[in-house]
T-cell receptor, first 116, second 114 residues
Framework: AQSVTQPDIHITVSEGASLELRCNYS??????LFWYVQSPGQGLQLLLK??????LVQGIKGFEAEFKRSQSSFNLRKPSVHWSDAAEYFC??????????????FGTGTLLAVQP | ETGVTQSPTHLIKTRGQQVTLRCSSQ?????VSWYQQALGQGPQFIFQ???????GRGNFPPRFSGLQFPNYSSELNVNALELDDSALYLC?????????????FGPGTRLTVT
């Protein structure tokens, strides 16, 4: 069955420190992978996506993610966290239908807190 | 370029009532997907509409239904509301036929069922 696991429910980092949020997926074919961010009471904003090609993808706000097929992982990283990065982060896999993304399967999210 | 908009922002209903939520897709997008996000959870796929027809459905009962209009806007209808229907309902638009096309989300409608 298709699924996404985010092992860390809550992470706290100091401002300026590096960040890595973990994501593991289960999907039978080459996955389309996404990271979204959600601020309190808001919708989801796309940070970055992986479709094919270079396994290291760059996104907005200084985020990057690396696709590792052998580990079924798509971890999100940022070298230096800013206080405004405090939010909830969701990893998702796109389940294909007819050659186009049909639905997104989300993990349960990781809530990031940033200490001054 | 206009983003995805949803209305209303908040809604309070009583168990057993019916509710309609609305979504306007991003300019140029022809596909709308609906998701339910319960408190502390990730969004769960309800269904998707393309060319005014349902194009895939998640594990939700038939009392969850939808419509898509010729201008690609969409409605989500929920009948016989239950307490567990309390959630943030998210609409996402995308361009069908674009392989791996990403979905752009609206701000959501917060539904509370009492």
């Amino acid at each position: 069955a298709q699924s996404v696991t985010q092992p860390d429910i809550h992470i706290t980092v100091s401002e300026g420190a590096s960040l890595e949020l973990r994501c593991n997926y289960s999907y039978g074919a080459t996955p389309y992978l996404f990271w979204y961010v959600q601020s309190p009471g808001q919708g989801l904003q796309l940070l970055l996506k992986y479709f094919s090609g270079d396994t290291l993808v760059q996104g907005i706000k200084g985020f990057e993610a690396e696709f590792k097929r052998s580990q079924s992982s798509f971890n999100l990283r940022k070298p230096s966290v800013h206080w405004s990065d405090a939010a909830e982060y969701f990893c998702a896999v796109g389940a294909l239908y007819g050659g186009a993304t049909n639905k997104l399967i989300f993990g349960t999210g990781t809530l990031l807190a940033v200490q001054p | 370029e206009t983003g995805v908009t949803q209305s209303p922002t908040h809604l309070i209903k009583t168990r057993g009532q019916q509710v309609t939520l609305r979504c306007s897709s991003q300019s140029g997008h022809n596909t709308v997907s609906w998701y339910q996000q319960a408190l502390g959870q990730g969004p769960q796929f309800i269904f998707q509409y393309y060319r005014e027809e349902e194009n895939g459905r998640g594990n939700f009962p038939p009392r969850f239904s939808g419509l898509q209009f010729p201008n690609y806007s969409s409605e989500l209808n929920v009948n016989a509301l239950e307490l567990d229907d309390s959630a943030l309902y998210l609409c996402a638009s995308s361009l069908q036929g674009l392989a791996g096309g990403e979905q752009y989300f609206g701000p959501g409608t917060r539904l509370t069922v009492t």
